[in-house]
């Protein structure tokens, strides 16, 4: 019997080791998948206090109690996608599968353009290897790509241009080798073209698209034959400036990378993670930057964290239709409006680099509430200021964290005679409320404000006796009268200075300009004219209408009108001085003068009478050569024995008078030579008609003088 008993209690305890039925079972979990920080609610039975939450084996951060019924455990960082369990009583229950969504999306590069990956140049011969690689994320073509190959890094002179085959394409993600000369061991893909010479020590490689210089390489490290160079992996592209930090050197010889390279990419880095929450307006924002140089892209998602749906879903509109949401596809994310109907929401933000790369942020949670009392927009409010009295109040804004804009409300009332202290209250809609002092000062200290600004120039001819005054209006007193100390008439431009003064003696001035215009007659160059001469439009600024030729100043003499014909006989003697005069009538100290000279001559070609027997030179020419090295009228006194023959300089000055005993010039006046220039002579012919009564016959001309 005793054994019999020993055998039952053996099996028993076998049994109950291995068919252990917990007391608490898990009907539902919702949500089934999120990040660090998500929570998941865990609906079932005869959960404890005690009760423990892990998923796949990592416990997680947080495990609230809610009752018997409901647990709301936090995933832990570290936590992998699996069963979700929990523990009381050193029994575990599990059910589903959580999925934990972190960053081991797709990390392809993503570069603008292919680039040189590494460059072989083999000790000695001609063997060299370059390689190319294409991370665009799209075949392409390499028809249009060329290497220009310069001789060492100094010069600017490109020794060769070497050329892929015509239509080689290379793939994404693909390294192609491409041959220089000939030997080498065969891994080539291809052979470049124009590649009768190699490279060696010192070379600068640049890769052309279309023309375009897009990568650039140096053999700036190693600097000798028999170099290696291979691109380091995380760059961001091809770099038209080579950079030593890009590269890294290996054996000479060592063949054994040609044809492999991986960009490698990393998911963006989450520098600041979002928060929780805990207001009227949910507001998260993360900052992160892009490890591999790429632009950045958000979408925000949120689960109801209310058993509603086991998934995360997109932040927008359609999804969540009571909120206004702004920033969804952004680092931050604001949702404003009825955001009671969101309280308890989880959110988190996936960012996304091109080409791929992604990173989960960790989940915040939004708490609704509203014990904040509004803050006043403007602190402090300004003073208010008054020379009289306030008639009128406008009541400062406060923002709430809820409702938005709140008014103030004060019980002072208007109007204000005195200095005083405003006390404005600021309440929201739910009870919350702020109060804000604002300083009101009675003090006339604003002088009178001009009623008009800028006063127009005044503008007039010769002088302005008098301006009517300008106002200026005061905040207390009104209208107000300008004064100046300027005296009047004003003769000459200048700037009036009107002071307005009120009754407090504020006062504040107001400039105006005065203008005086003269009447201004442009100056006439001197005239040298034969014969005649007309008299041109005169011409200037703020003239009368009466301007007008005088042979006197200040309107004196004879006058004479713009188109006046002035001839040789009109005077008796030259230069001639003539004023061009203008005068304001109604002022007559308001004039403008200018003169010139006028000199006319009596330039009627010469006449030889009689015919072929008298000869006048046109010039003379005292050089000693010879030939016209004086002046005479030839055989005018073997014609005319009585005849009389003068020379004038151009201004009418009797230079010498030449007779039958003296009938040469020689240039010359009292032993002075004159200067080259034109001389004018009179031949006086004295005749006898019939009668034997004298008749007189002149000739006049010009002629020569040339030295």
Not at 79 to 103: A, M, Q, R, Y
Not at 113 to 131: A, H, M, R, T
Not at 369 to 376: C, G, W
Request: proline share 5%; aromatic share 10%; with cysteine.
């Amino acid at each position: 019997m005793k054994h019999i008993l020993q055998l039952v209690l053996t099996l028993f305890i076998s049994f109950s080791s291995f068919s252990q039925v917990c007391v608490h079972s898990i009907t539902n979990a919702t949500p089934l998948q999120g990040t660090n920080g998500t929570q998941v609610t865990i609906n079932g039975t005869n959960f404890t206090a005690s009760s423990t939450v892990s998923i796949n084996g990592n416990p997680a951060s947080s495990v609230t109690f809610i009752d018997a019924n409901t647990l709301i455990a936090s995933v832990a960082n570290g936590t992998t996608s699996g069963p979700i369990e929990v523990t009381d009583s050193s029994c575990t229950t599990t059910f589903g599968t959580f999925t934990e969504l972190n960053d081991s999306n797709s990390c392809s590069v993503m570069f603008s353009d292919i680039i040189i990956s590494e460059v072989f140049d083999n000790n000695g011969g001609s063997l060299g290897y370059i390689e190319v690689f294409n991370g665009t994320g799209s075949p392409v073509n390499l028809s249009n790509y060329t290497i220009d190959r310069y001789g060492d890094l100094s010069t600017t002179t490109v020794t060769h241009t070497y050329t892929f085959p015509n239509g080689l394409i290379i793939q994404d993600q693909e390294a192609l080798v491409g041959r220089i000369n000939s030997g080498g061991s065969g891994i080539e893909d291809f052979d470049y073209e124009n590649t009768t010479n190699g490279f060696n020590a010192d070379d600068r490689l640049e890769l052309f698209n279309n023309g375009t210089l897009i990568d650039d390489f140096h053999d700036e490290i190693d600097g000798t034959v028999g170099y290696v160079y291979r691109r380091n992996t995380d760059i961001s592209g091809p770099n038209p400036n080579f950079t030593t930090s890009e590269w890294t050197t290996f054996t000479e010889g060592d063949e054994s990378d040609l044809g492999i390279y991986n960009a490698s990419s990393i998911p963006p880095l989450i520098n600041t993670q979002p928060s929780d929450s805990s207001d009227c307006t949910a507001s998260f924002s993360v900052s992160a930057t892009a490890s591999n140089g790429g632009m950045l892209s958000y979408q925000w998602y949120f689960n109801e964290n209310n058993g509603s749906n086991t998934n995360f879903i997109e932040v927008n509109s359609t999804n969540l239709p009571s909120v206004t949401i702004s920033g969804e596809t952004s680092t931050m994310l604001t949702l404003t409006g009825n955001t009671i109907s969101i309280d308890n929401y989880q959110f988190f933000v996936l960012i996304t680099e091109v080409g791929g790369c992604s990173s989960y942020s960790d989940t915040a949670i939004f708490t609704y509430q509203d014990n904040i009392a509004p803050v006043p927009d403007i602190t402090p409010l300004a003073t208010l200021t008054d020379q009289c009295q306030i008639d009128m109040l406008t009541a400062p804004t406060a923002t709430d964290n809820c409702v938005g804009s709140v008014t103030g409300t004060t019980t002072t009332t208007t109007p204000i005679t005195s200095s005083t202290t405003i006390t404005w209250t600021y309440t929201d809609a739910n009870g919350n409320s702020s109060t804000q002092d604002q300083d009101v000062v009675i003090n006339d200290t604003t002088a009178p404000v001009a009623d008009n600004d800028p006063l127009p120039t005044v503008n007039e001819e010769c002088q302005v006796d008098s301006i009517a005054a300008p106002t200026a209006t005061d905040n207390c007193d009104g209208q107000v009268t300008g004064t100046t100390t300027t005296p009047f008439p004003i003769t000459s431009s200048t700037t009036v200075t009107w002071t307005y003064t009120d009754a407090n003696g504020n006062s504040s001035t107001q400039d105006q300009d005065v203008l005086i215009n003269f009447p201004q007659i442009d100056s006439m160059a001197n005239v040298n004219e034969c014969q005649s001469f007309t008299l041109p439009t005169i011409t200037g600024s703020n003239l009368s209408g009466n301007e007008m030729y005088y042979t006197g100043s200040n309107g004196a003499g004879t006058s004479y009108s713009s188109g006046t014909v002035l001839n040789f006989e009109d005077f008796q003697n030259y230069p001639v001085t003539l004023y061009i005069y203008d005068e304001v009538l109604t002022t007559p100290s308001c004039f403008s003068e200018e003169t010139f000279t006028l000199t006319l001559q009596d330039c009627e070609p010469p006449v030889i009478l009689p015919p072929n027997e008298i000869l006048i030179p046109e010039f003379l020419t005292p050089n000693n050569d010879g030939f016209n090295d004086v002046w005479n009228v030839r055989n005018v006194f073997t014609i005319d024995p009585k005849a009389q023959v003068y020379i004038f300089d151009r201004y009418g000055k009797l230079l010498k008078a030449l007779s039958q005993s003296e009938p040469f010039w020689d240039g010359t006046f009292h032993g002075k030579q004159m200067p080259s220039n034109d001389y004018w002579y009179l031949v006086q012919l004295i005749n006898e008609d019939s009668s034997g009564l004298p008749m007189s016959q002149q000739l006049k001309g010009h002629f020569t003088l040339k030295r």
